[in-house]
């Protein structure tokens, strides 16, 4: 079959910023859809496979919408409009998924939902008392939430911003290292400090934090307490058990708003245990001002192979839970 050709007239000024560093954007879609580009002036010519072209004829038209509404493209921006289109979902509008800008970082990047199921995830915030944010890494749901909660927090809409993690492991195996309590549950706080950083500055976070305005906190210190007028963060809770999850979410008081975190497919507690992660969206998905929000690899806003990685492990895990199942029949 012979080659089919199309133009696409784009503005002057959005070339660069579709076309990508080094053409990198043009040619992930050259790439995924089998097709070739020639770029004359401002004028695109598409040749290949009929179908394959009409296709990236959508994807280019799509991108063009992001950039001329402010965004800059990015290569995971092109590999999720183009996931799209070879699953061939309908009357899907890719600048959907682009929710409102939620901050600044320091260095002045705009944080801000990328895909569908992340602007759904923001919007869960917004709309609800407490939200479980499930998901395998790199799809956001720890960073957003804490550009939620800066947010929130400048506004004045919450007194302080306290986030916590369980420390699974320290007992015995942090109890040789040097240093006090804290200085032991660092490592695993880490993560939480970056993005605190990154979102609202060092100067920023160390004077909040001598303020007792920001609190990042083992999950254990939260025992005893009521958490009023404040954005609380509980990551990793894949890894609580039932009485440590129960015993968190009995903390949240008046004026105060949660999210809840985890990975499900990346547990460390030992085996057997239960997780708190697993209970609680059970028992809690049909209250009213409680939402589970689950994003997939589609959400993947990482570098593209982690993307790649994700699906990968997805069908080995599938496969190797239908093994099981068949042998135990």
């Known amino acids: 079959m012979s080659d089919f050709s199309l133009n696409i007239n784009i503005p002057a000024e959005h070339i660069d910023n579709i076309f990508g560093h080094f053409d990198k954007n043009i040619k992930a879609i050259e790439d995924g859809m089998n097709i070739s580009f020639i770029l004359r002036d401002d004028n695109i010519k598409l040749t290949g496979d009929k179908e394959h072209v009409e296709h990236a004829n959508i994807i280019v038209n799509e991108l063009l919408e992001l950039s001329k509404a402010g965004n800059i493209i990015t290569i995971q921006d092109v590999n999720y409009v183009m996931s799209i289109e070879q699953e061939k979902l309908e009357n899907h509008d890719v600048s959907e998924a682009r929710g409102e800008i939620i901050c600044h970082t320091t260095n002045g990047k705009p944080v801000a939902p990328k895909t569908l199921g992340q602007k759904k995830y923001v919007d869960a915030i917004t709309n609800n008392m407490i939200v479980f944010g499930v998901g395998p890494a790199g799809t956001g749901k720890t960073y957003l939430a804490m550009a939620k909660a800066i947010t929130a927090f400048k506004n004045e809409e919450v007194s302080r911003i306290i986030l916590t993690r369980p420390a699974i492991e320290a007992g015995e195996k942090l109890g040789f290292l040097p240093g006090d309590l804290q200085s032991k549950v660092d490592p695993y706080l880490r993560p939480l400090y970056d993005a605190l950083y990154q979102i609202m500055g060092a100067e920023a976070f160390q004077r909040n934090m001598e303020k007792g305005l920001i609190e990042v906190a083992p999950l254990a210190y939260m025992r005893g307490r009521t958490l009023d007028n404040a954005f609380i963060i509980l990551d990793e809770a894949q890894n609580t058990t039932p009485a440590q999850m129960k015993m968190f979410l ?62 990968a492990y997805e069908v080995y895990e599938k496969k190797a839970e239908n093994k099981s199942r068949r042998a135990k029949k």
Do not use: Y
């Open 250 to 311: 009995t903390r949240i008081g008046f004026g105060s708003k949660a999210v809840i975190t985890g990975d499900q497919t990346q547990k460390d507690l030992p085996n057997g245990q239960k997780s708190g992660l697993d209970d609680a969206m059970k028992i809690l998905k049909n209250i009213e001002d409680i939402k589970v929000c689950t994003l997939d690899s589609k959400d993947v806003v990482r570098h593209p192979l982690v993307q790649k990685i994700v699906n």
